[in-house]
């Protein structure tokens, strides 16, 4: 599985220190960029590792902006897209058991270094539930069916 990764320069530090964990820990991972501090729009990497995910080339996707708003908000956007806001262990594990999340948005000017890498296994080492978390999961799809265009 190869986790996508993506963010825009209010993100951009964490996310090298989220590619150099997930390099020393033998993760494979696609880098979206951005590459430097540079301003750039989030909506522009969320939809880059969204469709990454979305399309099956990607098993999970994290992304990373300053506070983690805009690049959850632009990936949901996305078909198949569940992305998950997490500043906490708990909530990325839960993000993952319950909800199916398939992306991990991230707050660089929320969350300091350490916490964020202990999210970031958090949600790596975690898998669905299934069972009674299958429906609620399958409804959330029944509403990207009635209110996502499809073009
Ligand atoms: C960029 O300044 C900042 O707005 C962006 O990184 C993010 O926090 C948006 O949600």
Redesign the pocket.
């Known amino acids: 599985m190869i986790i996508a990764v993506g963010s825009?320069?209010?993100?951009f530090n964490l996310k090298q220190e989220i590619c150099a964990f997930l390099k020393e820990s033998g993760y494979p991972y696609k880098d979206f960029g951005t590459n430097n501090e540079e301003s750039v729009d989030?909506p522009d990497f969320a939809l880059a590792v969204a469709q990454g995910v979305a399309g099956g080339e990607y098993g999970l996707g994290i992304l990373v902006?300053?506070?983690g708003?805009?690049v959850s908000i632009s990936a949901n956007k996305v078909r198949g897209i569940r992305a998950a806001l997490c500043h906490d262990t708990f909530s990325a594990r839960m993000s993952r058991e319950h909800n199916d999340a398939n992306i991990l948005a991230l707050?660089e000017r929320v969350v300091g270094r350490g916490l964020a890498l202990d999210i970031v296994r958090s949600f790596l080492t975690s898998s669905f539930s299934g069972g009674r978390h299958s429906c609620r999961v399958d409804k959330m799809k029944t509403i990207e069916d009635r209110h996502l265009g499809r073009s």
């Not at 825009?8 to 993100?11: E, V």
């Open positions: 825009d320069h209010g993100g989030y902006c300053g506070t708003i805009g707050g």
